[in-house]
């Protein structure tokens, strides 16, 4: 599809009930947030037209980014797919990048901006941009085929490097030293920079938190800096350059031939700069905790990593949120207030479950309530519990009712992840779908 062109593939079916009201709601961005939202809006029946505004010609999933940069040949097949095979009938999607967002002059309502100079018009907005991280996340605005050959450029530096220097300790920066490990040249090394004194977050146990850094520090090619940052040579984004040199807090300098950041940047919501207010001091849009409305725009709402709702970024969250936005839709379309109170996606999930390093894994159970504990050890065996999880009848096989750490649960995370199509986005997608133009040119 040419980058930039307004694609109305798939069209509403003959005889289907749901109407381009006098209504009109604007998605941004068509990750699983955005998807999410469009799906149960549509299902809501809501007297609204709905336009997905998308940046990019595909979708590419962010769980499986460590594993795209270790994995070529699951990337294209698992692990990304083109944003038309994803599209979801009764929808209208427009492949640009949105610029801006002004209110119309003397009446309800926005006027949504894009970089193919259009002018949408929106009863409502849905912002779900997400979060930036480096070399794991795409550039928002590019084209699949561009990022297969980034990535293969990328596969070949860091299967060349000297030293690959990590920024960020957090569960991505552990997954990430996971497979570069796997990646590197018998020679080559990570140095591995780390804010706290140990890896993953405080949201982790301290056992769970020693049990990662004892793993990450065994390597004899790995080194760990912790209570450091890098200063100055990096930055938000991936750095390929031979032997450059980076300086970190504690005057140390380090020579690398790549760096890659591994922490997240809210620098997605930019057009909302222009109302003072709309964003945080973090760059998430502000939003009410209770509502998910922008707390300075009507009729503005936020799904996903790039809100400030004071939940972490996870798929449950995502799909309760796109749930409590659709019902506010229902209220503040028809005139009314947002009525419905949000309600968090598994409260108790406060941080990452599965935290995988290569062919390892840890399921991180300390946060989950006994129940859950007693399911989750279940896969410290190759596979679930025989006997059936939760059934209280563990140890038979002798592995479970241990803490999952080690093969058993990095099997599993491979072979969920290399399920692919078992994601809750990538598994929608529709790979029999052709191209929009050829769909045209068939019809002709
Ligand atoms: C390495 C990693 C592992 C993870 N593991 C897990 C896990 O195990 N379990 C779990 O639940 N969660 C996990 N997560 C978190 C979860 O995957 C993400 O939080 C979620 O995918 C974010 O979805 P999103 O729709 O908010 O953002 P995205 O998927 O980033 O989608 C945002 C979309 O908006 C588009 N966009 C951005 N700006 C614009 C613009 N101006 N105009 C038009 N379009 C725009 C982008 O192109 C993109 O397609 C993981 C995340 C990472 C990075």
């Given at each position: 599809m040419e980058y930039g062109a307004r694609s109305k593939t798939p069209k509403v079916k003959k005889g289907e009930s749901f109407s381009s009201g006098s209504s009109s709601t604007v998605i941004i961005g068509h990750g699983l947030a955005g998807r999410e939202t469009a799906k149960m809006l549509l299902a809501s029946k809501a007297d609204t037209s709905i336009t997905v505004i998308e940046a990019n010609d595909y979708y590419e999933s962010d769980i499986c980014g460590p594993k795209s940069l270790s994995s070529p040949s699951l990337y294209t097949k698992n692990f990304s797919a083109p944003q038309y095979q994803l599209a979801i009938e009764g929808v209208e999607y427009v492949t640009a990048k949105v610029l801006d967002i002004t209110k119309k002059e003397g009446g309800d309502g926005y006027s949504v901006k894009t970089s193919t100079g259009a002018s949408i018009p929106a009863t409502a907005v849905v912002v779900c941009t997400g979060f930036s991280s480096g070399l794991i996340k795409p550039a928002v605005g590019s084209l699949w085929e561009d990022r297969k050959k980034e990535l293969d450029e990328h596969r070949k530096a860091i299967a060349a490097a000297d030293n690959v220097i990590i920024a960020g300790g957090g569960a991505v920066g552990v997954d990430i030293n996971g497979e570069v490990l796997g990646m590197l040249k018998p020679a080559g090394r990570i140095t591995h920079v780390v804010t706290d004194t140990v890896l993953m977050t405080p949201r982790h146990s301290e056992e769970e938190r020693r049990l990662v850094t004892e793993r990450i520090e065994g390597f004899p090619n790995v080194d760990v800096l912790f209570s450091d940052r890098v200063v100055e040579g990096g930055g938000k984004d991936a750095v390929f350059e031979e032997k450059k040199k980076y300086k970190l807090k504690s005057g140390k300098e380090v020579v690398a031939d790549v760096y890659i950041p591994a922490f997240a940047v809210f620098d997605r919501a930019e057009f909302l700069r222009s109302t003072?207010?709309?964003?945080?001091?973090?760059?998430?849009?502000?939003?009410?905790?209770?509502?998910?409305?922008?707390?300075?725009?009507?009729?503005?709402?936020?799904?996903?990593?790039?809100?400030?709702?004071?939940?972490?970024?996870?798929?449950?969250?995502?799909?309760?949120?796109?749930?409590?936005v659709v019902k506010n839709l229902a209220h503040t379309l028809a005139g009314g207030e947002p009525k419905h109170k949000h309600r968090e996606g598994l409260p108790w999930m406060q941080a990452e479950v599965m935290v995988p390093h290569g062919d390892w894994g840890?399921?991180?159970v300390d946060g989950v309530p006994?129940?859950?504990?007693?399911?989750?050890?279940?896969?410290?065996?190759?596979?679930?519990?025989?006997?059936?999880?939760?059934?209280?009848?563990?140890?038979?096989?002798?592995?479970?009712?241990?803490?999952?750490?080690?093969?058993?649960?990095?099997?599993?995370?491979?072979?969920?992840?290399?399920?692919?199509?078992?994601?809750?986005?990538?598994?929608?997608?529709?790979?029999?779908?052709?191209?929009?133009?050829q769909n045209e040119m068939k019809r002709e």
């Open positions: 003072e207010g709309a964003l945080a001091p973090n760059g998430r849009v502000a939003v009410n905790k209770e509502t998910l409305m922008s707390d300075k725009l009507f009729n503005v709402y936020a799904v996903g990593g790039c809100a400030d709702n004071g939940e972490m970024s996870s798929i449950p969250k995502i799909e309760a949120q796109a749930a409590s840890m399921v991180a006994a129940v859950g504990k007693a399911c989750l050890r279940c896969l410290g065996f190759p596979l679930p519990c025989l006997l059936g999880p939760c059934v209280a009848v563990c140890g038979v096989c002798g592995t479970s009712c241990k803490r999952p750490v080690g093969s058993g649960p990095g099997g599993f995370w491979q072979f969920a992840l290399n399920m692919g199509p078992f994601g809750p986005v990538l598994g929608k997608a529709d790979k029999k779908r052709q191209p929009p133009a």
